[in-house]
């Protein structure tokens, strides 16, 4: 319910965020990780794909994808994006949970994607999540978190404004929860809209804690990035130029692909959207690259 209202409030500015360099960088490396594994006919659950950020591009690539989200509002505009793009016909919209993926058979797609957190926000029930979605995973899971380290000076920050305190960062830092501080919760169940202002209760991971739980499900990770490391030690005015150059830009992807990657800095992640990023395979699958 909490988690209906926000995101439902918050498809204008899902949208406004791609004007942020920092973002923009984030949303061409996460496709950077995925097209490898992307063909024409493959079948791909976008799961909690939001207003289409990557439904759209792989329906355009010749994808047939079922795009699954939480938020009736982020599903229409979804829909009006493919439809207007002319894509209709290859992608099927679904009102649902991330942690409820009943009503697809086991190793149903040939690609998953949960990107930018929804395991996440499945909080309490992120376990379940990560299961759902690695029993529906045929060959290829490509999953983000929001990373936990990397996140915590963002709770810090929070936390200190609200009520100079630091009493939910220390839960955070040691069991990766977020909730909503008990008097906010306390008006909440009164007026439940007030859910639309403050950051939804997630949990977030640390680099070896996902990699276990997704080998858990039965899923071989082959890849973990905290993605946007690079991107979120170098200034705005930095970004501006590299961005705004196509030819440095390439390579600074390039860059931050193997940067990212470095054990050293898989705590840190970006600041502005999920920075802890991997790719798993069906252990019978065969990598398709
Ligand atoms: C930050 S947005 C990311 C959207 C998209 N994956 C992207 O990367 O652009 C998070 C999305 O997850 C959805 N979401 C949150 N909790 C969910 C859940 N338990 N099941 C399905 N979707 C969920 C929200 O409605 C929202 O659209």
Redesign the pocket.
């Known amino acids: 319910m909490i988690?209906r209202i926000f995101?439902n409030a918050h498809v204008r500015r899902?949208k406004l965020r791609d004007r942020n360099p920092e973002k923009r960088i984030h949303t061409d490396l996460v496709f950077r990780e995925i097209l490898p594994f992307v063909r024409e006919g493959v079948k791909v659950l976008d799961?909690?794909?939001?207003y289409g950020?990557?439904s759209l591009e792989l329906a355009r690539r010749g994808c047939q994808v079922v795009h699954?989200?939480?938020?009736p509002r982020?599903l229409r505009e979804a829909q009006e994006l493919v439809r207007e793009a002319g894509f209709e016909n290859r992608v099927t919209f679904v009102c649902g949970?991330?942690?409820d993926l009943s009503a697809f058979a086991d190793e149903s797609f040939d690609l998953v994607l949960s990107?930018?957190?929804?395991v996440s926000?499945?909080y309490p029930e992120e376990k379940r999540?990560l299961r759902e979605l690695c029993r529906v995973t045929g060959r290829t899971l490509v999953l983000s978190v929001v990373n936990r380290l990397g996140q915590l000076p963002v709770v810090v920050e929070r936390e200190i404004h609200l009520r100079k305190s630091l009493a939910l960062s220390w839960q955070f830092f040691k069991n990766g929860n977020w909730d909503h501080p008990s008097f906010f919760q306390a008006m909440e169940e009164r007026m439940p809209f007030l859910a639309r202002f403050l950051f939804p209760p997630l949990h977030a991971f640390l680099p070896k804690e996902i990699v276990d739980a997704v080998e858990d499900c039965g899923l071989e990770v082959r890849r973990i990035v905290a993605t946007g490391s690079l991107t979120r030690l170098l200034s705005r005015r930095t970004l501006r130029t590299i961005v705004r150059n196509p030819k440095l830009y390439e390579e600074f992807l390039e860059l931050s692909r193997l940067y990212d990657a470095q054990f050293e800095v898989l705590g840190v992640g970006s600041r502005v959207a999920s920075g802890l990023l991997l790719v798993a395979e069906r252990k019978h699958s065969g990598a398709m690259v």
């Open positions: 988690h995101w899902e799961a909690g794909g939001g950020r990557y699954l989200d939480l938020s982020m949970k991330v942690q990107l930018d957190a929804p926000y499945a999540a």
